[in-house]
């Protein structure tokens, strides 16, 4: 079992930067792929980044250049650094993690933590 808790949202103008960060309970939690997802108001939540173990990082083509995903395994922590926010990344947030290999779709990941709002501004 993994539970995990987002932290790190809020407010943010155009063009800025929020890191986001994502505390996973579990002795396990080095050999999780480790996935951020978001969803935005009235649309399908889509993927955004996922890390695996070996550290090998996977990132969607709208977010690809400006948001990087880290994990500290020693402290069980996945962090996204987002810079050069836009309007369309306003979302809900969401860690994911799953045991094997990775997918891009939310429906293979195992656990999820509740969201953090991420809101860009004009």
């Known amino acids: 079992q993994v539970q995990l808790v987002e932290s790190g949202g809020g407010l943010v103008q155009a063009g800025g930067s929020l890191r986001l960060s994502c505390a996973a309970s579990g002795r396990t939690f080095s050999s999780y792929v480790m996935g951020w997802f978001r969803q935005a108001p009235g649309k399908e939540r889509e993927f955004v980044a996922a890390?695996?173990?070996?550290?090998?990082?996977y990132y969607a083509a709208s977010v690809k250049g400006r948001f990087t995903i880290s994990r500290d395994n020693a402290k069980n922590m996945v962090y996204l650094q987002m810079n050069s926010l836009k309007l369309e990344d306003t979302a809900v947030y969401s860690c994911?993690?799953?045991?094997?290999?990775?997918?891009?779709?939310?429906?293979?990941?195992?656990?999820w933590g509740q969201g953090t709002q991420v809101t860009v501004s004009s």
């Open positions: 890390i695996r173990s070996s550290s090998t990082t």
């Open positions: 994911a993690a799953r045991s094997g290999t990775f997918y891009i779709t939310d429906g293979r990941y195992d656990y």
